[in-house]
């Protein structure tokens, strides 16, 4: 099993940055894919970025330019660096993690950008 935990959210005026963390724990070595969705309540969650075991990257076109995802596979963290915020970004972040097949998620982050 891989246990997801995050942390960086917080509370950020437009144009400001954010930098989340995901650091994984458990069967690490065996994990493939990670990356962020983010979801607002009511709404269905939707897909930020993600990074490959080989670093290859992907993002939506909403964060695309603005955000950086990075893996770090020795310490088995994904991290997020969010520029050029806007309050449209404000939503929960949750990480995953794909291992065997399967997906894991943190618990999530709230990230809030004020206008």
């Known amino acids: 099993q891989v246990q997801l935990v995050e942390s960086g959210g917080g509370l950020v005026q437009a144009g400001g940055s954010l930098r989340l963390s995901c650091a994984a724990s458990?069967?690490?070595?065996?994990?493939?894919?990670m990356g962020w969705y983010r979801q607002a309540p009511g709404k269905q969650r939707e897909l930020v970025a993600t990074?490959?075991?080989?670093?290859?990257?992907n993002y939506a076109g909403s964060v695309k330019g603005r955000f950086t995802i990075s893996r770090d596979n020795a310490k088995n963290t994904v991290y997020l660096q969010m520029d050029s915020l806007k309050p449209e970004d404000t939503d929960i972040y949750y990480c995953?993690?794909?291992?065997?097949?399967?997906?894991?998620w943190g618990q999530g982050t709230q990230v809030t950008v004020s206008s």
């Open positions: 995953y993690a794909d291992w065997r097949f399967t997906r894991h």
């Open positions: 458990g069967s690490t070595f065996s994990i493939n894919d």
């Open positions: 990074i490959s075991s080989g670093g290859e990257t």
